[in-house]
Structure formats: structure tokens, C-alpha cells
């Protein structure tokens, strides 16, 4: 029978690691071999953000994406996780909200209009087809920081703004109005990978978001947070 979450992901270590039961084996050191180039910070409350999700009763995910937008829009910043393999399944652009930054992003909202990317941990939902094709709603877990997701419209699509042809020309990916939107080419094999009830977590390193963050609330987030030397940042979500 396979292992939740809770199960596999015992005792969060210093390094960034999760120490799971001997069977089990070095679950987060193997999902950091799969993808190397993941901030170990964001792998760890990654992790402790889906621990938290399940310790409070959500039904476990099989699936963790990870948006790092402390990156530049120009590199790969989002990566899918396969947790029970504990493999990499995509590594890719993704962009960010125009209200956000250039090519670098630095502020975040939950307010409509904002046009900003939002931060923390959703639950992926249902696809439909809309004004840029084949896409996923997306359900913010946080309130007050990204729960108006659903009524802003921030979905996972597709768009041709997203590629390396576009970085190359501006210096940065174009930009959404808030929506995690990613390259055309990968976007209906990405989606159909979280689609349905899965997790996605968007990071940045910004203390006040993270001290306040309701998914970062159980033992598992507290003990990574008191863990992590977190990099100060002027802005914070709102």
C-alpha cells in the first residue's frame, strides 16, 4: 500500500532533507538528486506545507509543483514532483504576474485587480477550455493570501510569451495578470500531470508571508521555519 505523505515525511533536517522511517529510505534527499537545481528552502517548506495540508485532513497529493519567484523569469523556476517515485517529471519557464515585476518579481497579492502573482499553497482543480486554451483552475489554501485565486481567475495555461525565444528578445518572459502561465509546447502534458487535486506551492522568500503563512501552521512548517535563515526582502503579500 502506498505511503502518505505524513508517513514518508518524518523529521525535517537542517540541511533541507527529509529523514523518513529506514525502509523508506532519504525521501527529500532523493527528490533533490531528481532536480538539483531546487532551492533546498523551497524543497523543504514545500514538503512541510504538504505535510501540514495532510495532517489537517486534505487527501493526500501524489503530485508537488514548486514555483521558486525568487528566480528570474528566465530561468526554470517551476518544477512537478512525483512523490511516490520521487522523481522530476517537469522542469520549466513559468511566468509571473505583470504586477508582480519585470523580469525579476518581487510583490505579491490576493487582490483582484492587483494583477499580481500570488504566494503559498493550492489545490489543483478542474480544466476548461478559455480565452488561452487548455487550462486549470487553481484553489488558494491560504486565506488572506492567495484564497481569492478562484475568483481572480489564476489559472494554470499555456501562453507564447512563455519561451526562451521571448527571454531572449525582451530580457524577461512576458507576463500574466497573475496566472502561473507556461510554454505553450508543455502545457497540456503539465497540466494533465496536476491536474485534479494536487498541490502547488509558489514560494519567495519573504518572512512576513512565510511567519504568517496557515500552511506552514503545523509542527512540520514551524520546525522548518525555525530552520531556514530566511533572506530579508522589503516587500511583503498582501
Known amino acids: 500500500m502506498r505511503r502518505s505523505i505524513v508517513q514518508l515525511v518524518a523529521v525535517l533536517t537542517a540541511a533541507g532533507a527529509v529523514a523518513s522511517a529506514r525502509a523508506d529510505g ?35 497529493a501524489r503530485r508537488l509543483a514548486l514555483i521558486d519567484y525568487s528566480l528570474p523569469s528566465t530561468q526554470r523556476r517551476l518544477w512537478v514532483l512525483d512523490l511516490p517515485s520521487r522523481s522530476l517529471l517537469h522542469e520549466t519557464l513559468v511566468a509571473h504576474g505583470r504586477g508582480s515585476g519585470e523580469n525579476l518579481s518581487s510583490s505579491f497579492s490576493n487582490l ?15 480544466t476548461y477550455q478559455g480565452g488561452h486554451g487548455y487550462s486549470l483552475r487553481l484553489d488558494g489554501l491560504e486565506p488572506g493570501i492567495n484564497h481569492r485565486a478562484r475568483a481572480r481567475d489564476i489559472v494554470m495555461h499555456g501562453a507564447p510569451y512563455v519561451s526562451d525565444a521571448t527571454a531572449a528578445g525582451l530580457g524577461r518572459l512576458g507576463r500574466s495578470w497573475g496566472c502561473p502561465a507556461v510554454p505553450t ?8 500531470d496536476i491536474k485534479g487535486g494536487q498541490l502547488l506551492f509558489a514560494y519567495y522568500p519573504d518572512p512576513g508571508w512565510l511567519e504568517s503563512s496557515p500552511a506552514l501552521a503545523c509542527a512540520a512548517g514551524r520546525a522548518a521555519l525555525r530552520r531556514l535563515a530566511l533572506r530579508p526582502v522589503a516587500t511583503s503579500a498582501k
Open 112 to 126: 483582484t485587480g492587483s494583477h499580481q502573482s500570488s504566494l503559498g499553497l493550492f489545490r489543483t482543480a478542474e
Open 185 to 192: 509546447e508543455v502545457s497540456r502534458q503539465l497540466i494533465d
Open 26 to 60: 532519504d525521501f527529500a534527499g532523493d527528490l533533490r538528486a531528481a532536480a538539483p537545481r531546487i532551492d533546498p528552502a523551497l524543497l523543504e517548506l514545500g514538503l512541510a506545507a504538504a505535510q501540514c495540508a495532510e495532517a489537517s485532513g486534505a487527501t493526500p
